[in-house]
């Protein structure tokens, strides 16, 4: 018997090949056939297969996330994140404490495309940002893309997120349940339809295959099932029965795909996304003098998605990609003050109701070409019909006693609402001439309406690799991106709050040009290494006025000022994804300014000033260790220079205006503010640490439960969330000191 010798790296991947037999004239590694009672088999070829590395893909700033690696790190209330992940990037800053804003290199959290299977989220957070929409169980894969952006993209200025949702598993059915300290979940997969025969094999728990396939996600925090009547327990005591309160909060997740396969060239999906945060509040009063006064409080905010794709495939050359989507993002307040008295004909009744929505209708077709072994094309074309309703509230109040009786109604509207259309087409090309030389050059081509007016955009993409050593390689990129929608926001904190208005006849649309070199090194197929210097021009960005305030105007327009900005710094990330230790390192030095000097909309006297979320460093270290096959343990580190605020430096007593009013007055102060974001807030820093206990189940083999136990900002440190001025010293206000957190899944 004739032996196979295979060569391999114990840190590699192996790759295990029935080789054909060989042809006259052909040379094979190695040839070696065993004789068994008569019977020839084929050898087996057992090879070391290389990883895909950064060095070999033209695409520069763009960065695959690691979903593994993921699950395992130490998240708030131990609810794991992708897009807190995605924050320990180089490249990418988070807002205040508990924020989930992303800040990519100096754009602000409205120039993010996040898109789940393709569809844009126009909000993707939880609990005020805390937490995001994507629940980590149904979540198969996630691409960020900070520069050198594919044609294919558009409509955003500093980042593309794409997260792409699981297919069900043909093979069987599967699912998490999943209970923590934040929230409930339970996942499921598995195929829809089996043939009478393929369902038998089931039964004999053999390998099945069926041709439709699901996947279904529900998630839910629980706080507010035993906090809303304890909350009412404890008022109701504490006031003799004469108040009671109730009150909570909650968010809740579903995901849904289906997925049929009609052939290897053919296949229908369909994905459906709903979460809703909601916060409510009611108040009862009854005053012993017979008195009664009854407030509630409603709000919620969420988004609603919903997409059909089909894929086909012509020949082994071109495949095409068609999706109609619609996407809504909403948010509605609701407050009531209903007040009665034991006098007859006296009685006081408030209504407050506030709503916004924004909302999407798209049809995207895309196409895969390869015409050749040196050529890769992608092109296709698109169109969106907005409609935009940044925010329309109702007011009505009536009071009614013996002599008085009042009564008013009002409705208050901010920006109206507004229909746009937006049309796309884009080519690409990915040329590959010779193994150390490959170029990705593209063009996407806009077209944006609204009212009266249109807005062209035209916009080139080119990247370039070049290889001078196999395990070296010089990237070179450019991108001009456009962007036709705005955040209105005067807060360091994403909140539900914040407008989506389009671009208007007043209003251009935002641009941006960046060009990137960066530098990638493969270390021993262990370790990669890569260097990105990039610089950034950002023009037609929006920022509020001094002193703007929607009760002197309804129209936004006359509140924002239009000004230019731009960006620069160094990144540099050491990656590892295989061996017993994994995770990565990565820092980042930023700058990031910004200029209002255009007449009638100077800000800082027309001056140069710092963006809110200028970060100078920025660095962040995740690491995990695979003990053995039931221990994982992780730690997180993070480190950043403080946000930029606004601070008053002087403070004065108005003597013109105690003499004016009078000098019983109360005087009035003035304050003096040198310029806009004057102040650094103190550095960021924590340390989160993690562990992951998987036991088998002696019962069922498939069966698995784990155990997850992290400690966020383990030391408690009191990172500042806001600081404040308060009788001439500083404040700083923090909101999660150390957290442990646990949570138990059942995988089945």
Request: with cysteine.
């Given at each position: 018997?004739?032996?196979?010798?295979?060569?391999?790296?114990?840190?590699?991947?192996?790759?295990?090949?029935?080789?054909?037999?060989?042809?006259?004239?052909?040379?094979t590694?190695?040839q070696?056939?065993e004789?068994?009672?008569?019977?020839?088999?084929s050898?087996?070829?057992?090879?070391?297969?290389?990883?895909?590395?950064?060095?070999?893909?033209?695409?520069?700033?763009?960065?695959?996330?690691p979903?593994?690696?993921?699950?395992?790190?130490?998240?708030?209330?131990?609810?794991?994140d992708?897009?807190?992940?995605?924050?320990?990037?180089?490249?990418?800053?988070?807002?205040?404490?508990?924020?989930?804003?992303?800040?990519?290199?100096?754009?602000?959290?409205?120039?993010?495309?996040v898109?789940?299977?393709?569809?844009?989220?126009?909000?993707?957070?939880?609990?005020l940002?805390?937490?995001?929409?994507?629940?980590?169980?149904?979540?198969?894969?996630?691409?960020l893309?900070?520069?050198?952006?594919p044609?294919?993209?558009?409509?955003?200025?500093?980042?593309?997120?794409?997260?792409?949702q699981?297919?069900g598993?043909?093979?069987?059915?599967?699912?998490?349940?999943?209970?923590?300290?934040?929230?409930?979940?339970?996942?499921?997969?598995?195929?829809?339809?089996?043939?009478?025969d393929?369902?038998?094999?089931?039964r004999?728990?053999?390998?099945?295959?069926?041709?439709?396939?699901?996947?279904?996600?529900?998630?839910?925090?629980?706080y507010?099932?035993?906090?809303?009547?304890?909350?009412?327990?404890?008022?109701?005591?504490?006031?003799?029965?004469?108040?009671?309160?109730?009150a909570?909060?909650?968010?809740?997740?579903?995901?849904?795909?289906?997925?049929?396969?009609?052939?290897?060239?053919?296949?229908?999906?369909?994905?459906?996304y709903?979460?809703?945060d909601?916060?409510y509040a009611?108040?009862?009063?009854?005053?012993?003098?017979?008195r009664?006064?009854?407030?509630?409080?409603?709000?919620?905010?969420?988004?609603?998605?919903?997409?059909?794709?089909?894929e086909?495939?012509?020949?082994?050359?071109?495949?095409?990609n068609?999706?109609?989507?619609?996407?809504?993002?909403?948010?509605?307040?609701?407050?009531?003050?209903?007040?009665?008295?034991n006098?007859?004909?006296?009685?006081?009744?408030?209504?407050?109701?506030?709503?916004?929505?924004?909302?999407?209708?798209?049809?995207?077709?895309?196409?895969?070409?390869?015409?050749?072994?040196?050529?890769?094309?992608?092109?296709?074309?698109g169109?969106?019909?907005?409609?935009?309703?940044?925010?329309?509230?109702?007011?009505?109040?009536?009071?009614?006693?013996?002599?008085?009786?009042?009564?008013?109604?009002?409705?208050?509207?901010?920006?109206g609402?507004?229909?746009?259309?937006?049309?796309?087409?884009?080519?690409?090309?990915?040329y590959?001439?010779?193994?150390?030389?490959?170029?990705?050059?593209?063009?996407?081509?806009?077209?944006?309406?609204?009212?009266?007016?249109?807005?062209?955009?035209?916009?080139p993409?080119?990247?370039?690799?070049?290889?001078?050593?196999?395990d070296?390689a010089?990237?070179?990129s450019?991108?001009?991106m456009?962007?036709?929608?705005?955040?209105?926001?005067?807060?360091?904190?994403?909140?539900?709050?914040?407008?989506?208005?389009?671009?208007?006849?007043?209003?251009?649309?935002?641009?941006?040009m960046q060009?990137?070199?960066?530098?990638?090194?493969n270390i021993?197929n262990?370790?990669?290494?890569?260097?990105?210097?990039?610089?950034k021009?950002?023009?037609?960005?929006?920022?509020?006025?001094?002193?703007?305030?929607?009760?002197?105007?309804?129209?936004?327009?006359?509140?924002?000022?239009?000004?230019?900005?731009?960006?620069?710094?160094?990144?540099v990330?050491?990656?590892?994804?295989?061996?017993?230790?994994?995770?990565?390192?990565?820092?980042?030095?930023?700058?990031?300014?910004?200029?209002?000097?255009?007449?009638?909309?100077?800000?800082?006297?027309?001056?140069?000033?710092?963006?809110?979320?200028?970060?100078?460093?920025d660095?962040?270290i995740?690491?995990?260790?695979?003990?053995?096959?039931?221990?994982?343990?992780?730690?997180?580190?993070?480190?950043?220079?403080?946000?930029?605020?606004t601070?008053?430096?002087?403070?004065?007593d108005?003597?013109l205006y105690?003499?004016?009013?009078?000098?019983?007055?109360?005087?009035?102060?003035?304050?003096?503010?040198?310029?806009?974001?004057?102040?650094?807030?103190?550095?960021y820093?924590?340390?989160?640490?993690?562990?992951?206990?998987?036991?088998?189940?002696?019962?069922?083999?498939?069966?698995?439960?784990?155990?997850h136990?992290a400690v966020?900002?383990?030391?408690?440190?009191?990172?500042?969330f806001l600081?404040?001025?308060k009788?001439?010293?500083?404040y700083k206000?923090?909101?999660?000191?150390?957290?442990?957190?646990?949570?138990?899944?059942?995988?089945?």
């Amino acid at each position: 018997m004739k032996q196979v010798v295979a060569l391999f790296s114990l840190s590699l991947p192996l790759t295990v090949m029935a080789a054909p037999p060989a042809v006259s004239g052909e040379s094979t590694d190695m040839q070696t056939e065993e004789q068994l009672t008569g019977d020839t088999i084929s050898e087996v070829v057992v090879k070391a297969s290389r990883p895909v590395s950064g060095t070999q893909s033209v695409q520069m700033s763009a960065m695959e996330v690691p979903i593994d690696q993921i699950m395992a790190i130490p998240a708030i209330g131990g609810e794991v994140d992708v897009l807190k992940a995605v924050q320990l990037l180089p490249g990418v800053h988070s807002g205040a404490e508990g924020s989930g804003g992303l800040y990519v290199r100096g754009g602000g959290p409205d120039e993010n495309l996040v898109m789940l299977d393709g569809v844009p989220l126009y909000s993707v957070n939880h609990m005020l940002g805390f937490f995001s929409v994507f629940n980590a169980d149904i979540v198969k894969s996630g691409t960020l893309y900070e520069g050198n952006f594919p044609a294919r993209y558009g409509g955003r200025l500093s980042s593309i997120i794409d997260v792409e949702q699981k297919d069900g598993d043909p093979l069987g059915y599967h699912g998490n349940l999943t209970i923590g300290l934040v929230s409930t979940k339970l996942s499921v997969e598995g195929p829809v339809y089996w043939h009478k025969d393929e369902w038998r094999k089931y039964r004999r728990r053999e390998p099945v295959r069926g041709q439709t396939t699901f996947t279904v996600s529900a998630r839910r925090t629980l706080y507010d099932l035993f906090m809303a009547p304890l909350a009412a327990l404890i008022t109701s005591r504490r006031s003799g029965g004469e108040e009671r309160t109730t009150a909570g909060y909650y968010f809740c997740d579903i995901n849904a795909k289906l997925t049929h396969t009609f052939s290897d060239s053919d296949k229908l999906s369909g994905t459906f996304y709903y979460g809703d945060d909601v916060a409510y509040a009611r108040i009862r009063q009854d005053a012993s003098s017979g008195r009664s006064e009854n407030m509630r409080m409603h709000y919620n905010w969420g988004n609603l998605l919903a997409a059909v794709r089909y894929e086909h495939r012509f020949d082994h050359r071109l495949h095409c990609n068609t999706r109609v989507s619609y996407t809504r993002y909403k948010y509605n307040l609701h407050l009531t003050d209903v007040a009665d008295s034991n006098r007859e004909n006296e009685h006081k009744n408030m209504e407050m109701v506030y709503d916004s929505y924004i909302m999407d209708l798209t049809a995207q077709t895309d196409f895969e070409w390869r015409p050749g072994s040196r050529h890769e094309v992608h092109f296709g074309a698109g169109y969106t019909f907005h409609t935009f309703r940044p925010q329309v509230g109702r007011v009505a109040a009536s009071e009614v006693t013996d002599s008085t009786s009042f009564h008013q109604d009002t409705t208050i509207s901010v920006g109206g609402t507004d229909y746009t259309h937006e049309a796309n087409v884009y080519i690409e090309d990915t040329y590959t001439p010779c193994s150390w030389f490959k170029l990705n050059v593209g063009l996407h081509a806009g077209l944006f309406h609204t009212g009266r007016t249109t807005y062209p955009s035209v916009e080139p993409r080119a990247g370039m690799r070049f290889l001078p050593h196999r395990d070296v390689a010089v990237k070179l990129s450019y991108a001009y991106m456009t962007q036709y929608v705005h955040m209105l926001s005067n807060s360091s904190v994403s909140l539900p709050t914040d407008l989506w208005v389009p671009v208007t006849d007043k209003i251009p649309p935002m641009h941006s040009m960046q060009v990137a070199l960066g530098v990638t090194y493969n270390i021993c197929n262990q370790v990669e290494l890569s260097v990105e210097g990039y610089y950034k021009r950002m023009i037609n960005l929006l920022e509020y006025k001094d002193g703007a305030s929607y009760t002197t105007t309804r129209n936004w327009q006359e509140l924002v000022a239009v000004g230019n900005g731009w960006s620069y710094g160094v990144q540099v990330l050491a990656r590892r994804g295989v061996g017993p230790v994994t995770g990565w390192i990565g820092y980042t030095w930023s700058r990031t300014m910004r200029q209002f000097d255009r007449e009638g909309q100077e800000i800082n006297f027309g001056k140069p000033f710092h963006a809110k979320y200028d970060r100078e460093h920025d660095l962040s270290i995740t690491l995990q260790y695979q003990i053995n096959r039931q221990w994982n343990i992780a730690a997180t580190f993070v480190y950043a220079t403080g946000t930029r605020g606004t601070m008053p430096l002087r403070k004065y007593d108005d003597m013109l205006y105690s003499t004016t009013v009078g000098q019983s007055a109360q005087a009035r102060n003035i304050y003096y503010v040198s310029e806009r974001n004057n102040y650094k807030m103190p550095d960021y820093h924590r340390l989160d640490l993690g562990a992951t206990c998987r036991l088998p189940d002696k019962k069922h083999a498939e069966w698995e439960h784990i155990l997850h136990m992290a400690v966020y900002n383990a030391y408690c440190n009191f990172n500042p969330f806001l600081v404040y001025p308060k009788d001439n010293k500083l404040y700083k206000l923090s909101l999660l000191p150390v957290l442990p957190s646990l949570s138990y899944t059942f995988k089945f």
